[in-house]
């Protein structure tokens, strides 16, 4: 009977007072928890933020705001997003994870709740929503970097190295996978252009568990180059069969695999001259709109906080919630879905990752981020690996902190 | 004589069927129980029951003067109960030489793997082999011989001759015969009452779960027994 | 004839309660209320199948997903409406299984079950490779290339309420059938079930035919309802274990024990939810109530509760034995 | 009614039957016997189709069965009672008989009520048709096992040991039943147990080793000296 | 091409032998308690899992003791549940109890480990050693992949010899032929069902951490591993651990092969070469 209350009364109580209820969803846990290891910590500074609730064209308006986990799941995204809308009705849905976005963009684009998502290039939420050039999706929206974004600054620094200019490739097959593989948009195409020779040992199933067939086509290709996507688990015993195999490549210039300093430290002393793309770290110039916080003390305030190290996360989870609560406030009637759906397509906005700005993204329904490109090494302050900018081409007001080096083998 | 086995008041149900009510029985040392009766009758569950392969619902049972703990067929085996059971069940995946062995890790006796070879030339020859390549009536074979490697005290002997060809019933007879011989005492039940009737020293004879008749298979005609089948004496 | 009586109740009273409560209750009750039903319909499918039918499948999740993709593909690329092919994808499903059904049944016990995980996961892995089915990325629900307007939710709660019971008079009937005595019999013995004259392989494959065009009726629904699917979703084991806990729940063997079963699921659920656990905690429980049912009560909670309520049999049961 | 024309058919190269050629007429009681492992069953089980032949040909009225499967061999008219009984075990007795009368026989309402509720009674079950066959002592489930066959009413019946393991008064009631059913059918009976046998049968089988050795007139193959060396051992005075 | 095709076989056998360590245990669990053990997969997780804590929590603690003491807590482990849990799911008649019952067992084990360790891939660094390599002429082997051949061969022939020539091993077989005759011929039959699981777990364990410094594991491969358990198993024809030693040699080298042609395969050619002979097995009737 508890139980069954539980389901037949969903929130009746609280109607009469104007409250903005935001739905959020995020992987807080599951395969993708390292993307959400700082959310609930973003999401208990907002709540703080909002406590007062928020003036909008002179109304004063309570913001509630209902937290749901994705558990890194398709399922569990639907079902939550389903909640979120269906029966919570939240005015606004923020979704941290990419599939979480793109499994319930449909539902929101045919009733009508605006869905702002973000932490992945913008292909990989574009293209599996069905988009079409030219034909924005009437209340789903997304910014970030795009791939070729991320593509174009891994470049820029190996073009800084000295190589034979031949690179080994491989994918994990997943929807990010597949976009940063595409043969006309993705890093095969920005080989070609700049120069580069790719062995294309192609995509590989999650479950793979043997790469030595790559390995054995990059060494007899003679690649200095390790490149591809793939995430931080896969690459330890790729990394062991690579070097059994007497193969000491100059650069690993894999996407997404180094973003977590936890990544970089599962290689123990072999971390040092990984290179990854940088959404954002403390030396980013920008500040949040909502607190006057530069990057570094929002990192800083981090750390303090958690006794961890600051993961690039950080600042799109702070963002996300800049953006959102910016749309808002520019609204007419926040509480109204097409209001709010015009708000978000006009908005532009400078957030803690920099401008965001839905008006000229590179595809309908988007906002543009900028990427640059970093390599990790070895530090002598708290923690055993630091980030450092080496790459900015796309970015020139981000300033590089170091120059790009060979990883060395001594 | 003295009594080695000693079954008092036992019952036991199936669910709700009564097998056995109430049923008693002694068995002198070195002697030969043969135990008939119709197709239902108890036989089975009582020798199960003795080898500790189900338990009673009420009394006890004494070997050689001790109690046995019920359901247990540890504490039968090390009582000195074997069982030859209906449908031989021999070991599939063991050979020959290994069924008999692991019939020894018990006790120790007379009944070592050169006596049973002695008795059961043909098994020896056949040894590494597994069961399925023996005939009906060399699996038996094995399983009396798996039983009697733990040296009985008492050997039990269910459905004897079931599905055996009567040469081989034959062999197999010849064979309880040595092992009675050797001072091991047998309960027999067969299907073939007057073969078995005339093998034994004591008759017992079941109806609906209990002993209704039961003397010296010398003074107990073919005719008793006819009528204690369908329960005609009590 | 009273038999014939009661089915008719079942029909008129909880289809009449689909139909009203689909006028009701909210769309997001409605969303959460088809996923129950889309749950009690896969777990009478595989309750028939294991439990009635003795096949004991690890790769039912196979049918959902292809359920589900068979609606996408249809109604996207054609211009006939989606509900019809909500009836038809699930139909032709069930003729698809075929000849998976004549490949499997060469496997026994164990053989067969793992067998049908492994195609279950061959099946998703080729599904995973065709470009034309969105690869990993997935597809999404637009009937002839536009986006579905309205709130179908109301329709698809009262036809998956009408499947449901559809589907367990169908079941009664059928298991009252000698259809249904010759699969009790089958369930002790294929050979002897042969011997009696039971044209076993016939028997097994329609069993297997229907359980996959349930699975897939399951999979179309509840697909629907999300406007996208992916295949990492749609084949995934989670669907095989709700419904083999909560069969194994509620009794395997009856019909009436898995909607037993989806009400404790659902309970279950809806109590993490509200009491904020994660997913993880809530599978842990369904295991935990699941074993403990199966060895306290290994027929499950139904026969136990319809002996101490000493309600009279009045279904066909192969509980486990 | 029923022909084999040379089948064969061994298990991991040691022959169960080996080019067996017979054939069985309406109204004929054939006893088949051998010692332990001679392919009796296998012979039966070749017959109903549970063993596919190696080699040879199973011809029922005149139509090749070789390669039906065993429901349709039902259907055409041949039942067995096998050996290890094959009972339902989780059924009712009755259930248990009216799988046969329904799917063999093809028997439907009424009729399959009453021809389950006869056969029943002529073997002795009626008593325990409401009681799962699981539940009943093996030698009750060999009386199932041959009421299972009788269910489908067959023209031709084979029957596995059914005999074994009971008492004398037991047998006699089986070979009572055995006679009463041969009307119009053709029955062949595997046993051991040759006094049963001796009194229903009127032509006798010998299997040994995979192949028919004899077979003929009861008495005629009964005295044969070849029987008597491999099957019955010493004259036992018993039985004679 | 020699070279190709040496490399090919090298890396084939060596995961094979991986594979067939992963299908030990359950090789025993089958063929001797008859159970169908889904569990199975999610031991060889919590194998892996165990090192990798145990290795966080002592670093300096040599590989070899981290292995032993990850083996006997899988084994500890699967005593255990063997006593508290299967024991009694083997005494109902249906086989399917057990079964329906490990599969339990194996998603509240992987939802639990998801919760505690993450449900991240994650693997056991075993330093340098991992990454040194051997050259044969023009070959190149890696040092660490040969160890693992060779352990695992010699755990097999352990095994084989521990089932076929000990008294242990005769009793497990009785046992697994006729648990009620077995215990009249005084074997104790909770006891050895519980040395057999714990010996089972123990495989599994092993199996665990030689995949994790292999390969990776998340809390989630457990059905994966499973599969590839099954499949060992069921193409070594049952409870033979011989057997499961070769077909897994054959399916590492299947996957070797079909990833050569195909790298996004995965495990679809592994699957379907073992769909293709069960069939084919079934056809020719080598299947009862
Ligand atoms: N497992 C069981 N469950 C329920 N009832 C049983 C079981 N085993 C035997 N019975 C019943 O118990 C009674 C005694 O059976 P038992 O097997 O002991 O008889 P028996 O004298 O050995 O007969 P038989 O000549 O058939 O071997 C029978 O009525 C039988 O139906
Ligand atoms: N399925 C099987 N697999 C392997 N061998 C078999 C199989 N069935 C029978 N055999 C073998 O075939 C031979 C004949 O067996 P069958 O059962 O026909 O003998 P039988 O004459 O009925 O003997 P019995 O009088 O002991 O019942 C035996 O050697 C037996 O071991
Ligand atoms: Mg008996
Ligand atoms: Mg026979």
Known sequence: ?410 | MTTCLEVRNVSMRYDQLLALSDLSLTLNEGQTLALVGANGAGKSTLMRLLCGLLTAEKGEIDVCQKPLALGRPRASASAGLALVPEGRLLFESLSIEENLQIGRSQRGGVWDLAAIYTLFPILKEKRKLPPSALSGGQQQMVAIGRALASNPRILLCDEISLGLSPLVTQEVYGVLKHIREQGTSLIIVDQDVSRVTAFADQVACMFKGRVTLAGSARTVTLKQIKDSYFGLTT | MTFKYANLLLIIGFGSLSVVSSLLLSSGMLFLLTEVLVIALLAQMWNLLAGYGGMVSLGQQAFVGLGGYGLYVFANHSGLPVWLWIVVVPLMVGVAALPLGMLMFKLKSAYFSVGMWVAAEILAAIVMRTDALGQSGGLVLRPGGESLAGNPERILFAGAGLLLIGTIVGLRVLLNSDLGLALLAMRDGEEAAEAAGVNVRRTNLLIFCIAAAGCAAGGALYYFSTLYIAPTDAFQINWLISMMFVSVIGGVGTLTGPLLGTAVLIAVRETCTSLGLTGGTYWIIMGTIAIATLLILPRGLWPALRSKLHVPKTEKEATIG | MLKTVGISKSFSGVPAADDVSLSLQAGERVGVIGPNGAGKSTLLGLLLGTVLPDRGQILLDGDDVTRLSPHQRVSGGIARAAQIPMTFHRLSVSDNVRVPAVHGAGLRGREAVEWVDEVLEMCGLAASAKVAAGQLGLLSRKRLELAKAIATRPKVLLLDEVAAGLTEPEIETIIHMVETLSEGRAIMWVEHIPFALRSVCERLIVMDKGRKILDGPFAHVWDDPVLQEIYMGVPDDNLS | MIQTVAELLFQGATLGVLYGMIGAGLALTFGILKVVNLAHGVFITIGAFIAIWLTSLMPTVPLALIIVATTVLCALLGAALQYAVIERAMTFRDPSVPMMVTFGVSVIFTNALAQFAGADLRSLGVGSIAQKSLSVGPFNFGLFPLLTLIFVAVVFIAVDATIRKTRFGREVRALSDRPDIAALMGVRVRLVHAQVAALAAALAGVAGVLLAMRASVSPFSGGENLMIAFEVVVLGRLGSTKGALLAGIFLGIVQIVSLRFDSNAGLLYVHLSFILILVFWAASGKLK
Not at chain 1, 10 to 20: D, F, V
């Open chain 1, 1 to 410: 009977a508890v139980a069954a209350a539980g389901v037949f009364a969903p929130s009746i109580a609280r109607g009469a007072a104007k409250t903005i209820k935001i739905g959020y969803m995020g992987s807080l846990s599951g395969s993708r928890a390292n993307f959400g290891q700082t959310e609930a910590w973003n999401i208990e500074k907002i709540k703080k933020h909002v406590a007062q609730g928020i003036m909008v064209n002179g109304q004063r308006y309570n913001v509630e705001i209902l937290v749901r986990d994705s558990q890194s799941e398709a399922k569990t995204s639907a079902a939550i997003g389903a909640e979120l809308m269906l029966r919570e009705r939240c005015n606004l849905i923020l979704a941290q994870d990419v599939e979480s976005a793109v499994v319930n963009g449909e539902i929101a684009d045919t009733r009508g709740f605006p869905m702002i998502s973000t932490m992945s290039p913008l292909e990989s939420w574009f293209f599996p929503r069905g988009g079409a050039p030219g034909k924005p999706f009437p209340y789903t929206f997304h910014f970030f970097s795009t791939a070729d974004g991320v593509l174009q600054s891994y470049v820029s620094m190996l073009n800084q190295l000295a190589t034979n200019k031949v690179a080994g490739s491989m994918f994990l097959d997943n929807p990010a996978g597949r976009a940063i593989m595409d043969k006309n948009r993705g890093w095969p195409h920005t080989l070609a252009q700049n120069g580069y020779a790719e062995i294309a040992a192609g995509p590989f199933q999650f479950s793979t568990n043997d790469f030595s067939n790559q390995v054995a086509m990059f060494r007899d290709g003679k690649a200095e180059i390790l490149s591809g996507f793939l995430y931080a688990n896969h690459f330890v015993p790729l990394w062991n069969q690579i070097l059994q195999s007497g193969m000491k490549p100059k650069a690993v210039a894999m996407v997404a695999t180094f973003l977590f300093p936890s990544s970089v430290a599962a290689l123990k002393d072999h971390g040092s001259g990984m290179l990854t793309e940088v959404w954002w770290t403390p030396d980013f110039p920008f500040k949040s709109s909502l607190t006057g916080q530069s990057s570094a003390e929002l990192a800083q305030e981090w750390e303090a906080g958690s006794g961890q190290q600051w993961t690039q996360p950080l600042g799109y989870g702070h963002a996300l919630w800049e953006v959102g609560l910016a749309a808002l406030a520019k609204a007419k009637d926040p509480m109204d879905a097409g209001s709010l759906r015009d708000a978000i397509a006009s908005l532009s906005v400078d957030t803690v990752v920099g401008k965001v700005d839905f008006t000229n993204g590179p595809f309908p329904s988007t906002a543009q981020t900028q990427v640059v490109g970093g390599q990790w090494n070895a530090s002598k302050g708290k923690y055993p690996y630091q980030l450092d900018i080496v790459e900015n081409s796309t970015s020139p007001t981000i300033k590089t902190t170091a120059t790009v080096r060979p990883i060395s083998y001594e």
